[in-house]
Nanobody
Framework: QVQLVESGGGLVQPGGSLRLSCAAA????????MGWYRQAPGKQRELVAV???????NYADSVKGRFTISRDGAKNTVYLQMNSLKPEDTAVYYCHAALFSGIGSWGQGTQVTVSS
């Protein structure tokens, strides 16, 4: 089992930047893919970005060129650098870990609000 704790959310003006962090605790070699998802009020949870254990990345079209997912293996942490933020990026952001066994784990979520 893997436990995930997100941090770094907050209020930012349009055009600003934030960096989200997801600290993972547990059996790290069991993680196949880590990703960030978001859920805005009244909408379904959607994929933002994923990073595989092999280093491959994938992004939602709406964030390509603005968001970057990365990891620090020594700290067992995955980051989401968000630049050029827009009001439509406002949502609760969740970290997710997919294990090789097929089991998935979610973090508790962190609120990101983009508003002037």
């Amino acid at each position: 089992q893997v436990q995930l704790v997100e941090s770094g959310g907050g209020l930012v003006q349009p055009g600003g930047s934030l960096r989200l962090s997801c600290a993972a605790a547990g059996s790290m070699p069991s993680i196949h893919v880590m990703g960030w998802y978001r859920q805005a009020p009244g909408k379904q949870r959607e994929l933002v970005a994923v990073l595989t254990s092999g280093g491959s990345t994938n992004y939602a079209d709406s964030v390509k060129g603005r968001f970057t997912i990365s990891r620090d293996g020594a700290k067992n942490t995955v980051y989401l650098q968000m630049n050029s933020l827009k009001p439509e990026d406002t949502a609760v952001y969740y970290c997710h870990a997919a294990l090789f066994s097929g089991i998935g784990s979610w973090g508790q979520g962190t609120q990101v609000t983009v508003s002037s």
